[in-house]
């Protein structure tokens, strides 16, 4: 069984702010899961992967904007790793950089042996592209988008104006910049 950190749970049902109702439902259903509500979960703990998938499932239903949701929700990863843990300035500075050290952040947040290493199947400056599979086969399109929007936060934190993250087949992206 694949778990996530309780940092991440606890964005998710934030993000979920605008919809009441579907928050204190995900609050229900955190507590009934973890015997805490998602503002009470340990930043760092280790909880259950499904916990999140199914959160994620709520969050894009009960969004209009339906799979932007996750993208968004994929922005606001390494803000949130940010004021958890602390991020090296120097990475901001260094884009190739930062999409290697998030294949580190990615092992430091989810743990399982359903979690699988990230490929980096080109590495150069102004492109990289890199295959990241999901760590649960539940809702693959919104891991898809998810991952997207994790990189395209990437590129925003480095204040990358030129950007583009492109989703191909099999949980592969393209990630293109220029400065």
């Not at 359903?114 to 919104?142: N, R």
Request: hydrophobic content about 40%; proline content about 3%; charged content about 25%.
């Amino acid at each position: 069984m694949a778990e996530i950190r309780g940092k991440f749970i606890t964005l998710l049902c934030s993000l979920m702010g605008v919809y009441k109702t579907q928050q204190e439902e995900a609050n229900e259903f955190v507590q009934l899961n973890t015997g805490k509500g998602f503002k009470e979960l340990e930043a760092e703990g280790w909880y259950d992967y499904d916990i999140y998938c199914e959160l994620m499932s709520r969050y894009r239903s009960a969004s209009l904007s339906k799979d932007r949701a996750m993208v968004t929700l994929g922005q606001k990863i390494y803000p949130t790793i940010r004021s958890t843990m602390g991020l090296p300035e120097s990475l901001m500075d260094n884009l190739l950089g930062f999409l290697k050290f998030n294949e580190e952040v990615f092992k430091a947040s989810i743990r399982g042996k359903e979690v699988a290493p990230m490929k980096f199947l080109t590495i150069e400056e102004g492109e990289v592209i890199i295959q990241s599979l999901p760590p649960s086969d539940k809702y693959p399109e919104l891991h898809m988008r998810l991952y997207e929007g994790v990189y395209l936060g990437i590129l925003e934190l480095c204040r990358v104006k030129e950007k583009k993250v492109e989703v191909l087949d099999n949980f592969t992206y393209r990630i293109t910049w220029s400065l």
